[in-house]
């Protein structure tokens, strides 16, 4: 008799791991930021979505920075140099990596533009 082997589904690798940020705050300075895994890695962000300026600010400092998209499940991404030469995604958001004692709240840092972005006097494409 031939039994048919089934498939067994086995859970992703520990190291594989990349989950949706959760809400936490930090233990040292007690501020708002977000916590997610990425392949396995444990990473925590600042919630506030920052500019080009900022960026570049966040990566002299040493501090990586992430992106998360705005369509579909917000999965947080580490922004490669290939990413951060592209500039800012057109449907997601940077997010600098958590560092206590730094704000990103000011004007000159944050990511003002919309999230979608339309002209609202356009004529009907179709
Ligand atoms: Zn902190």
Redesign the pocket.
């Known amino acids: 008799m031939v039994t048919s082997k089934k498939k067994r589904e086995r859970p992703a690798p520990r190291y594989l791991v990349t989950t949706i940020p959760k809400v936490s705050r930090?233990?040292?300075?007690?501020?708002v930021?977000l916590s997610a895994y990425v392949f396995g890695d444990r990473i925590?962000i600042d919630p506030q979505p920052v500019n080009l300026r900022a960026e570049a600010m966040a990566l002299i400092m040493g501090i990586g920075t992430y992106e998360m998209s705005l369509i579909g499940k917000p999965y947080p991404r580490h922004r490669n140099k290939f990413d951060i030469r592209d500039g800012l995604p057109s449907y997601g958001r940077v997010h600098p990596q958590?560092?206590?004692?730094m704000q990103w709240t000011d004007p000159q840092y944050r990511d003002s533009r919309k999230i979608f972005d339309y002209d609202k006097n356009a004529p009907c494409p179709f």
């Open positions: 930090c233990i040292k300075c007690r501020r930021m925590t958590h560092c206590c004692g």
